[in-house]
C-alpha cells in the first residue's frame, strides 16, 4: 500500500515537474543495478527529494545570519567567563557562543536544554532578573523591536522598547559590553510584527552608556555587513539592520 501511495505523489508530480520525475526514476534504476541487495530500496521507502540538486549550498546572507556571525565574534574576543543573552535565536548566535563560553539564556518562554554550560532562564526584558550593573557581556538581537506589541502574547505597550532597552542599561557592567541587533530604517511601526527605528532614536534611549560601534547590514539579501558606518548610514533604509556594540564607562 505504501509502494503505492508513493508512486501515485510522483505520478502527481509529473506534470509541474517531468524533468525532475524523468531524472528521478531513472536514478533509481542505476542505484537497484549498482546497489548490492541489502542496499537496494524497495518502492515503499521511496521519498523523492526533487529540489535539492537545484539549490545552493546554503544560505550566508540575510540579517539573522550575519547579526548572528558578527555578534559571536565580538564576544569571542572579549572572552567573558560567561555570556548573557535577553531573546535572541537560539540555533543560530546562542548556539554559536555557547561552542566556547557558558551562556545563561533568558526568555519568557522556558528553554529545555541538556547542552553543559547553557542555561535557561525564564525572565522579561522588561524585567530582568540580574542585579544593577551585574552583567559584564550581555546581547539582545532582533528582540526589542517585538516588546510591546502583543505577536508573542505579551500585553500592548507602545512604550516597551523603553522599559526593555532601560533593563538592558541598568544590568550592564562597568567596563562590560551590550551587543544589540535592532531593525533599522525609515522609523515607524509594522504592526504587530516589529519596529523599525532611527539608530538616533536607540542612541537617545540608552543615555549611561557609550556607543563603541555601529555596523549596518542594508535591505536585501546583503552578503555582508557594513563596519563601522556613522548612525546617519540607516536613514535611506526601508528594513536595514543596525549592529550596536555599547559599553559602560568604568
Given at each position: 500500500?505504501?509502494?503505492l501511495?508513493?508512486v501515485?505523489k510522483?505520478?502527481v508530480q509529473f506534470?509541474?515537474?517531468?524533468t525532475?520525475v524523468?531524472?528521478?526514476?531513472?536514478?533509481?534504476?542505476?542505484?537497484q543495478?549498482?546497489?548490492p541487495?541489502?542496499?537496494?530500496?524497495?518502492?515503499?521507502?521511496?521519498?523523492?527529494m526533487?529540489?535539492?540538486?537545484?539549490?545552493?549550498?546554503?544560505?550566508?546572507?540575510?540579517?539573522?545570519?550575519?547579526?548572528?556571525?558578527?555578534?559571536?565574534?565580538?564576544?569571542?574576543?572579549?572572552?567573558?567567563e560567561e555570556?548573557?543573552?535577553?531573546?535572541?535565536r537560539?540555533d543560530g548566535?546562542v548556539?554559536?557562543?555557547?561552542?566556547?563560553?557558558?551562556?545563561?539564556?533568558?526568555?519568557?518562554?522556558?528553554?529545555?536544554?541538556?547542552?553543559?554550560?547553557l542555561?535557561?532562564?525564564q525572565?522579561?526584558?522588561?524585567?530582568l532578573?540580574?542585579?544593577?550593573?551585574?552583567v559584564?557581556?550581555?546581547?539582545?538581537l532582533?528582540?526589542?523591536?517585538?516588546?510591546?506589541?502583543?505577536?508573542?502574547?505579551?500585553p500592548?505597550?507602545p512604550?516597551?522598547?523603553l522599559?526593555?532597552?532601560?533593563?538592558l542599561?541598568?544590568?550592564?557592567?562597568p567596563?562590560?559590553q551590550?551587543?544589540?541587533?535592532?531593525?533599522?530604517?525609515?522609523?515607524?511601526?509594522?504592526f504587530?510584527?516589529?519596529?523599525?527605528?532611527d539608530?538616533?532614536?536607540?542612541?537617545?534611549?540608552?543615555p549611561?552608556?557609550?556607543?563603541?560601534?555601529?555596523?549596518?547590514?542594508?535591505?536585501?539579501?546583503?552578503?555582508a555587513?557594513?563596519?563601522r558606518?556613522p548612525?546617519t548610514?540607516a536613514?535611506?533604509?526601508d528594513?536595514?539592520?543596525?549592529?550596536?556594540?555599547?559599553?559602560?564607562?568604568?
Amino acid at each position: 500500500m505504501k509502494a503505492l501511495r508513493n508512486v501515485f505523489k510522483l505520478a502527481v508530480q509529473f506534470p509541474a515537474r517531468p524533468t525532475d520525475v524523468f531524472w528521478f526514476w531513472k536514478t533509481y534504476g542505476q542505484w537497484q543495478r549498482a546497489a548490492p541487495p541489502e542496499w537496494r530500496a524497495r518502492l515503499a521507502e521511496l521519498k523523492p527529494m526533487l529540489q535539492d540538486r537545484h539549490a545552493p549550498a546554503g544560505s550566508a546572507q540575510g540579517h539573522y545570519f550575519l547579526q548572528d556571525l558578527w555578534a559571536a565574534q565580538r564576544v569571542w574576543r572579549l572572552r567573558p567567563e560567561e555570556h548573557v543573552d535577553v531573546g535572541s535565536r537560539v540555533d543560530g548566535f546562542v548556539a554559536h557562543v555557547a561552542s566556547f563560553c557558558p551562556v545563561k539564556y533568558v526568555d519568557i518562554r522556558p528553554l529545555r536544554t541538556g547542552v553543559p554550560g547553557l542555561t535557561g532562564v525564564q525572565g522579561s526584558v522588561c524585567e530582568l532578573p540580574f542585579a544593577d550593573q551585574s552583567v559584564r557581556s550581555l546581547s539582545c538581537l532582533h528582540v526589542i523591536e517585538h516588546i510591546g506589541l502583543g505577536r508573542y502574547g505579551d500585553p500592548l505597550e507602545p512604550q516597551g522598547w523603553l522599559r526593555g532597552l532601560a533593563e538592558l542599561q541598568r544590568v550592564l557592567a562597568p567596563g562590560g559590553q551590550l551587543l544589540l541587533g535592532t531593525p533599522c530604517g525609515r522609523s515607524r511601526v509594522v504592526f504587530h510584527a516589529h519596529r523599525v527605528f532611527d539608530p538616533a532614536q536607540i542612541a537617545a534611549a540608552l543615555p549611561e552608556l557609550q556607543l563603541q560601534e555601529f555596523s549596518l547590514i542594508r535591505d536585501g539579501a546583503a552578503t555582508a555587513w557594513q563596519e563601522r558606518v556613522p548612525l546617519t548610514a540607516a536613514r535611506d533604509l526601508d528594513y536595514g539592520c543596525g549592529l550596536f556594540v555599547w559599553a559602560r564607562p568604568g
